[in-house]
């Protein structure tokens, strides 16, 4: 008897090119961590102490007012060398010294930043060269090539600011950026990032464990968020203390929701739990820019289960998850789509409670959803369709589930999503026509849902079976059947979903 092809994994593969499943209760595998890796920076930003320092501003041009502005803004002592007489008005009323004179190397003397605006380039590289000479980093306006450092568009909630960098291409750009950035942001930030300056000495003194003090200004970021509207007081403070005191020495774990695939169809609040996080457990659907959002500190392990492949063992998520809660971690559980959608939170949740360790759930969009939306059709449409269903197209042996609601299933004017169904999609597709369901129902698969790669094969539940294999192998697939599909083309080999 000749031995099966196998696949990049090991397995044994039939004769369409797809693999089996694994015998003998399938392959296990160990949860794997792996670092965040910073992609490479064309700048590193950094944020420059300069009150009560020297700052050299060389030009009479309004590049070189709004640059003196900025360095004043920021408590420089700001030497201004305006060139001319009437260049120098320009200046007039800003916090600075201002003389009409041009520049001479020894006025950067003890400078800690050295900022031009000269139109002769020979004497732009000199300036350069002088203000090295000096030990102080230097700007030249619009001049990108000769800079140590440059300006970015800045977002002010002072003592919170946002500086955003295009590395000199596309200023616009960044000033589109701060004005997205500034109709989220809000003005009230301002006061409990100052409150947080005030009470910081004593949350140092009173919570000795890092642990403590970290969870305590977790804490505190949640409540800015959500009471940016008012000034935070003392009590504030205290209340989150005597939680933290109470809590001493627990974790806690958060079950988030990443949505079908495309980092921007996250929620706010799924962002910020991984954003607070020190630990992320993910599964293989979450993709690389998502878990790009997170804090970059957050230690990052892989947990994924692959359909019909190696995965890690549920009772082991389980155990991992309590221990890193018990030991003081912030624990995020990533799952792809929503949790609560065959995604085995009950079970998380349940090891949590037993525990006593704080758990909670932070919705996701659900693949239905997020394939309904990149097709463009609604899960419900009056005279088509009063009800959608979710069921999975596999159970924890592999197969068809045996318990599935036919009859439910078979109902024409409902919308069926089937989660998992890649293996088992033929045998669904005759038990449901078995049991009643029309072979013409309108029947889409729809493989990478809301990604750049997004496929779909659509046409009759019939021949939807048949279809399917032209979808990229490995990619993710779920199915949606009844009449709201039934106006799809037959089939996209590629197309860029919206997050729109």
Known sequence: MSELPKDTLGFEMDAAGHPLPPTGGGLERKPTTTPARIAPLPNLPVFHKLTGRKAVV???SQGALWKA???????????????????????????????????????????????????????????????????????????TELCDFTFGTIVNRAPVVIAISTDGGAPTLGQ???????????????????????????????????????RFWQAFASLAWTQADRAPDDADRENLLRSISAAKGRGKVTLVGAGPGDPELLTLKAVRALQTATIILYDDLVGPEILELARREATRIAVGKTGHGPSVRQSEICERIVALAEAGETVVRLKGGDPLIFGRATEEVDACRAAGIEVAIVPGI?????????????LTERMQARRVQYVTGHGADGKLPRDLDWAAIADPIATT????????????????????????????????????????????????????PSLAPGAPVIVLLGAVVGDLPAAVPQVAASAA
Not at 184 to 209: C, E, I, M, N, Y
Request: aromatic residues 4%.
């Open 366 to 378: 659900s693949a239905a959803q997020g394939a309904a939306a990149a097709l463009g059709v609604s």
């Open 176 to 214: 589109a950026i701060r004005a997205r950035i500034e109709s989220v942001l809000p003005l009230g930030l301002s006061g409990w990032a100052k409150a947080a300056l005030r009470w910081r000495p004593q949350v140092k003194a009173r919570l000795a464990d890092f642990a403590d003090r970290r």
């Open 417 to 468: 999503a089937v989660y998992m169904p890649r293996r088992t999609l033929a045998e669904f597709a005759r038990e449901a026509m078995a049991h009643g369901l029309a072979a013409g129902t309108p029947a889409v698969a729809v493989a990478s849902a809301t990604l750049p790669a997004q496929q779909h094969v659509a046409g009759r539940l019939a021949d939807l079976p048949g279809l399917v």
């Open 58 to 60: 060389v030009g009479g």
């Open 69 to 143: 502005e900025l360095l004043a803004a920021a408590g420089a002592n700001v030497l201004v060398l305006a060139g001319h007489e009437a260049a120098a008005k320009l200046f007039d009323g800003l916090a600075a010294t201002v003389l009409p004179r041009g520049w001479q190397p020894q006025d950067l003397d003890g400078a800690a930043l050295a900022v031009a605006d000269l139109a002769d380039r020979a004497e732009a590289e000199r300036f350069v060269a002088a203000a090295r000479a000096a030990g102080a980093p230097v700007n030249v306006i619009d001049r």
